[in-house]
Structure formats: structure tokens, C-alpha cells
């Protein structure tokens, strides 16, 4: 089993590969190969009986993909991206990253003859977007406010056609938005959402830049971690007729992640949250739906969090490890 | 008013430069300029005090529509495509004048700062696909199972990005099957829903490639055209969150078009349509859905036919004219 990661440095990348060491084994089969592909070479975790390669290639460049194709892997995960809020400020970056490097992955894929390659793609709740039902489905249209949703999107169209037509057999999960997310803010529209339990948990400040009132659909990052390898495993059979859906999420307000912020941390952790509404911020992740029927995924074995309190704890004894 | 068209020589095109000229005026400004772009030079049709300017150019090459954008036409009609057959047969074809050249346009708008330029672009029933509602309406996801639908589909994003983004006044009309279209079948999937009424009215043979409960969503020439001249007129301000939707077709059975054929021409005119079965062409156009409730194009004043008979009498009095 040979395993390539693109966005392997970043932070679901990087826990992506601890879990996969850790379990051994991916489909039934030994992982004897790992592939991790970043614009930064890598950090080298070495494992016994496990080859190892660690790229710094920029993959819009073209060609740039070239070594990890000819090695013909078995799973790729595509999770490199450019986040909504760069993409949004950069629209020729977001296209090359977001789409064109998409793009040039399948058509690797297809010039390789990796039909049995099993690409795993990551897109986004962002990918949602204007005027929406109370709570949408499968089958709700893809409407995206913000660049990188619309990125994500025709990525979506692209990686559903390439597997339709046998050059790849390829999944695209939606992101539910992360929390909480260790290290520092990033350009992501909703760093906030991390940053507000993350900061005053480590005795720091944090700014909230929307309305309490304003309703998230989150997943931890050990669930993410959960679903990316769970759909390697998938059985093309069981994919049905388009390869990307919604991972189910938890539906939570600011407000209520503040309340379980103080629940678990007290009122000075609290205080330690100042309110600043940035309307640019509020803008774009405001269109991002909160409330989801998560039918496809939980059919196939998707998995939620159980609740907000569970996720602020696993953040706490990850930390405290 | 500068209007320019590409794939202005094909069958729409024409129509649409026709109706153009007829009208002598869009928005309440009259026509003074028209540029007609298609692979071979477009026909010239002289009318007083319209500039007239038709190029052969191919729309994928970079550049070539430099000619185009630096007159900065105040509508631009993006009609060139690539049709489903074909662009299911050669996915690079389909790629590159389906969507490239409509990326290239986009860009181009941008770069030459055509901001305030109404881009009105064809989309297809063929982007929908896959399990779908009994009944579309206009939050129904595009899970295209086709090439050519998936193109479409992403080139939707595209354009409503780009608007979005103040860079271009996009629009993208999602048209219906078009019957009854003259002259001679081509590269379309849907190409027999014309074939099995014009061959058999004009005395020739056709064959008929799908069951006949299969049911189609339709729209007339005349009605196709009309929704493009009013998409060019429709203000941006109506628009809402997404440029995308889908025409108001008419829907209606292989077996309700056969009947109206009897009905109109008799029992010798449907004795020319021969059935036989395409896995491939049925494949195809089974997969598009036939029932839609199309209330933004009926709010924004897109009109349907009334019913099919209207259609095929429509066809009649063209072709004696």
C-alpha cells in the first residue's frame, strides 16, 4: 500500500500521517510507502518498514506532480488547497492551487493510467452558499459566495467526471469547519471559530469578528482525520452517481461554543473573548450553511461528534498529552 | 449597443443575429455594432447602420479573442460549445472549448475591465443527471453524468464567480432540448428529438434510439432566442445569488412527440421513423431530467411554448415561409 499526501506539511496533512502510522495498515494492506508533498518539505516521521519520500514541490507548477505519479500510488489524498480567505483576496492564486493543481492531478492520473487510484479530495462547506433551505441534503444545489467555494466546486465536477469515466476512482469529502484547530490563526475566513475557545484556553486573547447568533457546522480534527481515512476505504461500488457529499457535522452557535467555553474553563477564560464584528469575515462565512441532513455519509459510515463539549475536552487532553 | 456572439454560425447564432437585426435595438438602445465569431467565418448579413464584423477564430487558442474584447462590447452571447456526444467521445475537446475558452472569456472581460459587459452564457439540461427529485426546481445540485454537462456546469461557476467578483454581468441560461432545430442531425446525444419530426415532415427516414415513454424537456428556436434577447435585458439587480438557472422547457414523451407527428402529417409520415435502440444515446439523454418547476426564469419573464403542438406547427410555417 502506497499512500500520497499533497498539503502533507499543514495540519490535517500532518495528523492524517500520525494516524496512518499509527494504524499500519489501510484498506487491509500494510502501508509499506508513504508519499508527503508539500510547498515546504514535509517533516520526516521514519517507521520501520516504511518508505518514505518527502517532496517540497509547487504543485501548479507544471510537471510538479510528475514523482508522485510515476510511483503509481494507491491513495492520494489531495488536501492542499489555498483557504477562503487568500482565495478570496487572490483570485489567480486560488484558481491555480484550488483548481488548476486539481486539474493537473487528474489528468496525472489519467496520462499514468491510475484508474484504480483511489483520490480523496477534500472541499468544503464553503461550497454553499447564497439563498438555502432551512436544512439542506445531498441534493441541494451548490450555490457557493466566496471564490474558494467556487473553486471547490468545479474541483468537484472535475474529480466526479474523471471517476465516472474510469481514469481515476475518486471522492470528494465537504469539510464540515474545523474546531478546534491547534497552532496560530491562518488566512481561513473562519480561523475565529478556533480561535476563541483555542486562545482563551491557553490563557490568551481571542477576537469573535461575528454575531453570537451565528450558527456553525463543525467537526473535530480527530473526526476529520476519521472520515479522510474511512474514505479511502469506501468501496467505489457504494459511491453512487456523483463522488462528493457533505461529512456530517455538528450543528453549534458562537454562542453556544461560549457557553462551553465557560462551562469548562470559567468566566475569566470567557472574558477573555472580545467581541469586534468584521464584516468581511461575518460576509463569508455567514453564507456558509449550519444546518445539514447528512443522509450519503452516514449511509456510508461517516461518522459526527457527538457534542460540543466533547470536542472543547478532546482539544484539552490533546493538549495536556 | 455592441453585441458580439461567438459560435454566431451555428444554428442559434444565426437565429439570434436574425432576431438582433429584426429588433434593431436591445435594452431601448439601438444596434450599432456586431461582431460574429465561429471556427469558420460567420455569414455576413448587411444591415444599415449596423458595423458589422464577423472573424473566424478558434476561441481555445490564447489571445483569440482579444479582437473581441478590445471593441468592448456591451453583451457578450457565449453560444460556441463543444455538443454532448462529442464531448463525451473526446474529453480534451470538450475541455478546451467548453471550458477553457469560457474561462479565457472571462478572464479577458476582466483584464480589459468589461465590469459592466452582460455576459449571457448557454448551459444545458445535460448538467443535471444522476438520482434525481421527481420534480427540479432551482436548488436541485448538478451531478452531471456526462462530460459535456459537467463543463457546463463548472463554466456556471465560473461566470457566477466572476460576477460576484464585479468583474463581468454574467448570466447563464440552462436551455432545454431544442426541437424542432432544421437541417441535418449532429454530434448531440439529443440530436434524434429533432430527427424523428423534421426527417419524417420533410418525407425522409429516421430512427428513433430511445423508448418512447422516455420523456423530454423542450423548447422551441423561437423560444430559445427570445430567452437570450431577454437575458441581455434583465437587470443584474434581479439576478439574486447565483446566475445560473434553467429555462422554462415544456416536458413531454418520445410517444406525445410521435403522436402530434400522426396528428399533423398522418400515419405515413410516422411510418418513417424506425426504432432502433442506442445503449449509448439513451444512456445519455435518460439521464437528463424532464420535469422542472422553473420559478427564478418565470419570475425574471422567461416564457415556456404553450404546448408541443404549437411547436411543431411553428416548424411548419418556418420551413414554408
Request: glycine letters at 8%.
Amino acid at each position: 500500500m502506497h499512500i500520497a499526501i499533497t498539503g502533507a506539511a499543514g495540519f490535517l496533512g500532518q495528523r492524517l500521517v500520525h494516524q496512518l502510522l499509527e494504524r499500519g495498515e489501510l484498506n487491509g494492506q500494510a502501508i509499506r510507502q508513504l508519499t508527503l508533498i508539500d510547498q515546504a518539505e514535509p517533516p520526516a516521521i521514519e517507521r520501520e518498514g516504511v518508505e518514505l519520500r518527502c517532496l517540497a514541490l509547487d504543485i501548479s507548477e507544471p510537471g510538479a506532480l510528475e514523482p508522485l505519479l510515476e510511483a503509481r500510488p494507491d491513495v492520494i489524498y489531495h488536501l492542499a488547497a489555498v483557504v477562503s480567505s487568500a482565495a478570496e483576496a487572490d483570485l489567480d492564486l486560488g484558481m491555480r492551487v484550488n483548481f488548476d493543481a486539481t486539474r493537473a492531478l487528474l489528468e496525472g492520473c489519467r496520462a499514468h493510467g491510475l484508474s484504480g487510484t483511489r483520490l480523496v479530495m477534500a472541499s468544503s462547506v464553503a461550497a454553499y452558499g447564497g439563498e438555502l433551505p432551512e436544512v439542506l441534503d445531498d441534493m441541494t444545489a451548490l450555490h457557493p459566495q466566496n471564490s474558494y467555494g467556487a473553486q471547490k466546486a468545479m474541483g468537484e465536477l472535475l474529480v466526479n467526471d474523471y471517476s465516472r469515466r474510469g481514469l481515476v476512482d475518486g471522492l470528494v469529502l465537504r469539510l464540515p469547519t474545523i474546531v478546534i484547530r491547534p497552532g496560530r490563526p491562518n488566512a481561513a475566513a473562519s480561523s475565529f471559530a478556533s480561535s476563541i475557545l483555542r486562545e482563551p484556553l491557553n490563557g490568551e486573547q481571542a477576537i469573535c469578528p461575528v454575531p453570537t447568533e451565528l450558527e456553525l457546522f463543525v467537526m473535530s480534527p480527530a473526526r476529520v482525520v476519521e472520515a479522510l481515512v474511512h474514505g479511502a476505504e469506501v468501496p467505489a461500488s457504494a459511491l453512487g452517481d456523483f463522488r462528493a457529499f457533505m461529512l456530517p457535522g455538528l450543528t453549534v452557535s458562537v454562542a453556544e461554543m461560549l457557553d462551553t467555553l465557560r462551562e469548562v474553563a470559567g468566566e475569566s477564560a470567557l472574558a477573555r473573548v472580545r467581541h469586534e464584528p468584521d464584516a468581511r469575515i461575518e460576509a463569508i462565512v455567514g453564507s456558509w450553511p449550519a444546518r445539514f441532513s447528512n443522509e450519503r455519509a452516514r449511509q456510508l459510515g461517516f461518522r459526527s461528534d457527538r457534542n460540543f463539549g466533547d470536542i472543547v475536552q478532546a482539544f484539552l487532553s490533546e493538549v495536556s498529552r
